[in-house]
Structure formats: C-alpha cells, structure tokens
C-alpha cells in the first residue's frame, strides 16, 4: 500500500498503473508537499488578512460575481445565465475572513494563497483534492440544471466513465448525488481528469470553466478559471483561479502572487509560465469539458 495520503484501493495491478501514471486525487494519497502547509500566518487578531488597493474585492459579496470586481476598464465577459459560467459567478462564498477547513476540520491560512472560500460541503474524508474539486464544480452546475445524463466522469484504472444515473438509480436526492461524487473522488484524479477533458488550442479563446490541469508524479493539480473580463478597448482578458488541495479541504479564490495590484484577477496576456500559489502551469495545460 502506497504510504500518505492520492491513491485508490485497487488490486495490485492497478496499483502498479498507479506508480506509472501521475496523481492529485482519489482515496490515498501520496504524501503533500512542503507547500501544502500553511503559507503565512494570519493578522495579530486570528482574522485572515486581504488586502487590495485597487478595490476589487467588495467584502461583503457573498458570492464570486458580488465579492470581485473587475479591474478598471474590464467588464465581466457575456455569458449564457444557464451556462457553466453564469454558474461559477454564482458560486457562493463564505463570509470574508473565513479560513479553507482541512476536511479533519484543520485550517489553512490565507495569506499568500487564497482570497476567499466556496461555502460548499467538505465532508470527513481526504477525497476533495484538487481535481475533485473540478469535478465536483462541473457535476453540481448539471446536477443543479437537471442534465443528470451528462453526468459522468472517468476512472484512472479504465479509462471509462462512470454515469450518475447507473449509480443512483431513481434517487435524485442531493444526498445520493454527493454519495455518487465520493465514489468518483476515489477513483479519479488528476490523470484521469486530463484525459477526458479537449485540450485548448488557442488560449485567446480562456474562457470561465476552463482547466489548468498536469497529471505528474507522483501527483499533479488542476485549477478552474471561475470567472472572466474583458477590456472593450483592448480585447484584453483577466480571469479568476480556484482550486482544492492536499489533503482535502474547502474549494477556494486563488491570490495572484505575481501582481498584488491587479489580485485575485490573473492578466490572460502572460508570457511564460502561470505560476499560481501552490503550482505552476504552462499554457498548453489549458482544457475544457
């Protein structure tokens, strides 16, 4: 049995594949980097500290598209209000201040890795890492519209999609839907993830609901693009960046390490790598469901 926390308990065969192919989620794990510990402390009074000057977090928004604002010039993109990314923007966070919950009911802290949290159900189990969270972003918004038929995912051991209607059978309840979700969680990962999603092929196109995802070993990690905006002027775009992590813990608002006045929105005009809090991401690991 492989030793820490990102691998499935599957036979030895897979096992095997598992060593082979790399890994960011399922029910054991390898064990987190260094990084995946806290950051950075919290303010003198135990309250997470954010600041930005430029005035683009509202604190009192209690969901992405109320929190954030838009730099200057920017406008959020024309989406669809049934679209992945009309679902995104509705995302709802908790209050500002609140800390990610590790899902043994640990904290991490904020500072230099994350602005806000998704007010999601973590639950007790190191299952929600990082493309779990993708996954699980992706299922709620068709499970909240009803698109149950589209709701699938692949196995790492297969390669095959599992459908949530051959899971649950007649149950639509929200507690079946969250109990089909684990089972995914521990037979999926970052690899698996990656294989079923299009590769992006002209990143001017970075819409909301894309991925960043590398399957590496003996981990790799995926992030979300949870909203976007434009500048009419220029055709410019800035994003916003959400992930879950090792071990598993609430879904959350990314920072931007290399732009505090422009935090959390990401400039989509970058040249070289994206490095994000805990990752760093070529523009070729841009994918889409």
């Not at 043994?104 to 929600?128: C, I, P, T």
């Not at 519209?145 to 309840?173: C, E, M, T, W």
Request: hydrophobic share 40%.
């Amino acid at each position: 049995m492989f030793p820490g926390p990102c691998y499935p308990r599957w036979s030895a065969l897979a096992a095997l594949l598992l060593v082979l192919v790399a890994s960011c989620s399922s029910e054991e794990k390898p064990a987190a980097p260094a990084d995946a510990a806290p950051i950075a402390a919290a303010g003198s009074d135990g309250i997470p500290q954010t600041t930005n000057a430029a005035g683009l977090i509202r604190t009192e928004g209690p969901t992405i598209e109320t929190r954030f604002v838009p730099p200057q010039g920017y406008e959020r993109a024309e989406v669809g209000p049934d679209s992945f990314a009309a679902y995104l923007r509705r995302l709802p966070l908790k209050p500002s201040g609140a800390r990610v919950r590790y899902y043994h009911r640990g904290e991490k802290d904020s500072e230099g890795v994350y602005v806000a949290v998704v007010d999601f159900n973590l639950g007790r189990r190191d299952l929600q890492q990082c493309a779990d969270a993708v996954i699980r972003l992706r299922a709620e918004y068709l499970y909240a519209q009803g698109k149950y038929d589209q709701i699938h995912f692949n196995f790492l051991s297969d390669g095959r999609p599992r459908a949530y209607l051959d899971r649950v059978g007649a149950d639509r309840s929200y507690a079946a839907f969250l109990r089909y979700l684990d089972f995914v969680f521990e037979r999926a990962n970052t690899a698996s993830l990656a294989a079923e999603m299009t590769p992006v092929r002209d990143f001017r196109e970075l819409r909301a609901g894309d991925v960043f995802i590398q399957p590496r070993r003996p981990y790799g990690h995926a992030v979300i693009v949870v909203d976007l905006a434009v500048n009419a002027a220029s055709g410019k775009k800035v994003f916003l960046l959400a992930q879950s992590y090792m071990p598993a813990q609430d879904i959350q608002v990314l920072v931007n390490p290399n732009d505090p006045a422009l935090s959390p929105w990401y400039a989509a005009d970058f040249e070289g790598p994206l490095l994000t809090p805990q990752w760093t991401f070529e523009k070729v690991d841009l994918k889409r469901f």
